[in-house]
């Protein structure tokens, strides 16, 4: 891959890449290969640092850690540094968690780089929100339990929320980014939506990763189970008919491989 592949010149470029949900394997063929094209890395703190095996030796890797709840790098300053490297004739590999464009604030970066005519382009990583529900055997969506998913995210910009009520009558599976936080006043506002108690919902810590922690219970409930589970960020929160579909202990895949061939 050159930068005339996608630049159309010899100028410098951004490329705006996702890496997934946690697990590295889980990285895009194309992800990588934009990984070894860049001389600097911006690389989020949610991010598996196992994808840096990717780099080059000889580029640079900058920290811009972004995760709730901790200080983070502004998100000024983040874009100011990215377009004066790609101003510098720089190839700039912007690495977010997941997908650049789902809360990954890659749809204000991509404005910043349109406004300076820089050339870039987007990555798309395997989202958490289908990936970590997954990792349970939970599907988002299913013919016989849900038409349809919401994703959305626990807080706004402005600190509030979203319309719970309203999210709650579009009777589609919600998953829910960034709540664990305000977990306790979600299940309230979803419950007095109408909501039913009994609605199937499980939180997932670190999913797709070895370090994984769920918990499953019912929209009533899962606002003590995570309590008392002790789960953090980061996390995803599923609720709807599709919960009830999760598997838990499931075996990773090098330990399934290796219980076959002890078997044969």
């Known amino acids: 891959m050159t930068r005339t592949d996608l630049a159309g010149n010899g100028a410098g470029l951004v490329y705006l890449v996702g890496a997934g ?9 194309k992800a990588a290969r934009a990984l070894a094209h860049a001389d600097v890395v911006l690389i989020d703190d949610l991010v598996n ?4 095996e990717h780099v080059r030796s000889d580029a ?3 920290e811009v850690g972004k995760r709730g709840g901790c200080k ?3 998100q000024a300053f983040i874009q100011k540094l990215m377009l004066r490297l790609a101003r510098a004739g720089r190839v700039v590999a912007r690495v977010k968690g997941g997908d650049p464009f789902m809360f ?14 820089i050339p870039y382009q987007v990555i798309s990583g395997i989202t958490a929100g289908i990936a970590v529900p997954a990792a349970l055997g939970i599907p988002v969506t299913h013919r016989a339990h849900a038409v349809g998913v919401t994703f959305v995210t626990g807080h706004t910009q402005d600190g ?12 589609t599976t919600l998953v829910i980014y960034m709540g664990i936080a305000n977990l306790p006043a979600i299940c309230t506002a979803l419950l007095a939506a109408g909501m039913r108690a009994e609605m199937p919902a499980a939180a997932i810590q670190s999913g797709t990763l070895a370090t994984q922690k769920e918990v499953l219970a019912t929209l009533g409930s899962l606002a003590g189970a995570v309590q008392q589970a002790r789960l953090a960020s980061p996390a995803i929160v599923v609720i709807g008919e599709v919960a009830a579909l999760a598997q838990v202990a499931l075996e990773p895949l090098e330990q399934t491989r290796e219980t076959q061939l002890a078997a044969a």
């Open 21 to 29: 949900p946690g697990d590295p394997e889980l990285l895009t063929i």
């Open 49 to 52: 640092r196992a994808v840096l």
């Open 60 to 62: 640079r890797i900058i």
């Open 72 to 74: 983070s790098t502004p």
């Open 104 to 117: 990954g604030r890659g749809g204000e970066e991509v404005e910043a780089l349109r406004a300076a005519r």
């Open 160 to 171: 509030g929320g979203p319309d719970w009520g309203a999210l709650a009558a579009t009777g």
